[in-house]
């Protein structure tokens, strides 16, 4: 006797239906070998469930190449926008003179001392050079706050100090 036949007449055998997780009576599901041909119920479910599959590798791969495509152009955004901030100060649209700006690079691009040039010093600019809809970072915003707050001085070290 094969073992497909005894466990559909086997009473007292349950299993959980796949659809709706509901315990089923053996004898009512549909049972059969799964090394031989399978009953077209079965192929049938087997062939919706690969197509399901393929289709979701398919996405998956697009959305693979959506994002490996993003993070190249991000990145090499982000170069163009770390060599174009090293001549920032010589391009138009920067509030001062070209002369006047120090370049700091990191967090913010530049620190200008307007007329510095002339030999005198009329304000002290912090700028971060952005271009598109590039926003300032946290850090960014913070030092915005300070300096918008007040919470800017001049501080002169003396290293000798540290040297005692």
């Given amino acids: 006797m094969d073992i497909v036949r005894e466990l559909k007449t086997a009473k007292g055998l349950?299993?959980?239906?796949?659809?709706?997780?509901?315990?089923?009576?053996?004898?009512?599901?549909t049972v059969f070998d799964a090394t031989k041909k399978l009953p077209s119920e079965a192929a049938d479910a087997l062939e919706t469930e690969r197509s399901a599959l393929r289709t979701e590798l398919g996405e998956v791969k697009r959305e693979r190449l959506d994002l490996s495509s993003r993070a190249f152009k991000g990145a090499a955004t982000g170069r163009v926008g770390k060599r174009l901030e090293m001549i920032g100060a010589s391009?138009?649209?920067?509030?001062?003179?070209?002369?006047d700006c120090r370049a700091l690079s990191d967090p913010i691009d530049y620190?200008?001392?307007?007329?510095a040039s002339q030999g005198e010093v009329h304000a002290v600019h912090f700028i971060e050079v952005k271009s598109a809809n590039a926003r300032l970072s946290e850090l960014q915003r913070a030092i915005k706050s300070a300096v918008e707050g007040g919470a800017v001085s001049l501080v002169v070290a003396d290293h000798r100090l540290c040297l005692d």
Avoid at 111 to 115: K, M, R, S, T
């Fill in 111 to 115: 620190l200008a001392f307007e007329g």
């Fill in 91 to 99: 391009l138009p649209g920067l509030p001062v003179k070209a002369r």
């Fill in 14 to 29: 349950y299993v959980d239906c796949p659809d709706c997780q509901e315990p089923i009576a053996l004898s009512r599901a």
